[in-house]
């Protein structure tokens, strides 16, 4: 890792993102120095960064097409592997930076996102069920269980977004599902036993 780089990285998830670009520009890494630029509301800056290292950098040019689907457009469909590597990323940042806007504007992208990569529903969902929009995450794992029904990890994520909603039924049937799957899912396993142990606390309280 380049000197000052990891100082900057601190600063980016502590949320100073002045200080983190100005120190990234002084390291050379145009791509972190743009997502900085971004998360400080300056697309312009941000798009003259990335476009320096497009060529090269698979996490710019991701970038760019986020840039373009904030503003709506879908006239640059991403990779395959950028879309997985990077989608999720995104959202998180917008939603955690309170650019609410901005998220919804990427996620009303999600059909032309399918095209790059299948499971950009389920990455949405994940995403929205990590930043505490649980019934928004449900309507995204549905979208993706129509098209790959057999996915242990969706179930999962369902299962979670029921458990907090307080539907322990709902949560139960679907981390059996899982486990009907993949009986060995260690994640589903130890979910299942908390789902257990808060029904068993139910009945107590009923």
């Known amino acids: 890792m380049i000197e000052g780089e990891k100082e900057a990285r601190e600063y980016f998830y502590n949320k100073e993102y002045e200080r983190a670009l100005k120190i990234f520009v002084e390291c050379g890494d145009k791509y972190a120095a743009g997502l900085c630029c971004l998360l ?10 990335w476009v320096q ?28 592997f950028e879309t997985r590597a990077q989608l999720e990323i ?5 939603l955690e930076n309170n650019l609410i806007e901005w ?6 992208c999600c059909d032309f996102l399918y ?11 994940r995403a929205l069920y990590s930043n505490g929009y649980f019934d928004l995450a449900i309507t995204f794992c549905k979208k993706s ?19 907090l909603k307080n539907d322990l039924g709902e949560a139960l049937d679907c981390i059996n599902r899982v486990l009907n ?19 068993e606390i139910k009945k107590g309280e009923a």
């Open 115 to 125: 095209r790059a990569n299948p499971e950009s529903y389920k990455f949405i969902a």
């Open 181 to 199: 799957m993949v009986y060995d899912y260690y994640p589903a396993i130890i979910f299942r036993k908390i789902i257990l142990k808060e029904i």
């Open 103 to 108: 998220a919804e504007n990427l996620i009303s």
């Open 40 to 49: 400080l509301k300056n697309k312009d800056e941000a798009k003259k960064f």
């Open 90 to 94: 995104y959202l998180n940042l917008f």
């Open 53 to 80: 290292v497009k060529k090269n950098s698979p996490a710019a040019r991701f970038g760019l097409a986020v840039l373009n689907m904030i503003e709506l457009k879908t006239d640059v469909l991403p990779s395959f």
């Open 145 to 163: 269980l129509r098209l790959f029904y057999c996915d242990p990890e969706a179930f999962l994520i369902l299962s979670q977004c029921y458990f």
